[in-house]
């Protein structure tokens, strides 16, 4: 994992990312069903009563910040087990990613599964996209990583090239919303999307960029549409590319991306996540109205938990960063164990204890060693 202050920043970004692309996903949402009803709410700019719940976009979402937080990079099958394992049949998935997380979550290999999705082409929706707004933001100072990243994130649930395309855009657009952020940068949406262009593998996903890139600035919406999708296909190339003329085109202001947005419906939970997540990491949290906060089903907190272990014989100290344990690189003995800031005279063992292998941190009581467990209700305890 990176230097923890450098973790600790990315993290800061990621959970900002998140807040965005949650809000968008929840305000969408209300916007999917009962159309008719819902293009009059958006006339009106109507919103509906709390609470507003969140759907598959937010619930993978939080699987990716999880392992970026526990991990500080993607691992892909860690990932896989937390979608599975995380999986909420109500969230309105798609019928290939119920099928997938099933399967995983049944102990079928993710890769096998992943790779037999439409008769091994790998599926081109735009799952992989809606969900990686976080994993931009994360790493948004190291655009290669982005790239990298992001590609390693959609394999997991998509491997069509489409997909993957669709996922590095939408994470490139949200790195470069921070890097622009923080040059004190507004550039016009021609500008911001050819800062993402060069970086997209050649697809229908890129060349669709290319037309959002070069619409006249008074374009309207329906003609928009009719040309780059608004989701309702759920695939990458249908979603990606309007999203990312949306968020060019409000960049700075995350109610009116998420009301033009919404006002395309289609796929409109999906193309809001994206668009909130983008729009949120340059605009900062602040701009997320508190109203808007406050509707929206409350995030669980699994997402921020200490990473799970599986090995007895990792140690971990109540109050301190995972970081701050580790194995002495000059150490010859695996089996020694260092925490960060203290000094080796502090570890010792207890000169009552009769089992050599057990471990103690002088001014910590043994309340604060302890080992994580996974226990029958699927909470985290102690093992004493």
Known sequence: ??????HEARLARALVALEGLAVGDAFGDQFFKQREQAAERLANRTLLESPWPYTDDTQMALSLVSILRQYGSIQQDQLAASFAEHYEGSRAYGPSMHYLLRAIRAGNPWREATAQQFAGQGSF????????????????????AVIEQATLAAEVTHTHPEAIAGSIA??????????LRQSGRLPERPEFLDLILPHIPTSEVRRKIRWARDFSADIALDAVVNQLGNGSKISSQDTVPFVLWCAGESLNDYQEALWLTASALGDVDTTCAMVGG?????????AIPTAWL???????????????????????VRGLSPLNLFLHEKSNNKRELYVRGLSPLNLFLHEKSNNKRELYVRGLSLLNLFCMKRGNNNSLRQIK
């Open 125 to 144: 929706g735009n799952g992989a996209a809606m969900r990686i707004a976080p994993l931009g933001a994360y790493f948004a100072d190291d655009l290669q």
């Open 278 to 286: 983008i729009v949120a990491t340059y605009t900062g949290p602040t």
């Open 294 to 316: 406050q509707a929206r089903e409350p995030l669980p907190t699994w997402h921020l938990a200490p990473r799970k272990s599986n090995n007895k014989r990792e140690l971990y």
């Open 1 to 6: 994992m990176e230097h923890t202050g450098q």
């Open 170 to 179: 939408v994470a490139l657009a949200t790195a470069y919303a921070w890097q």
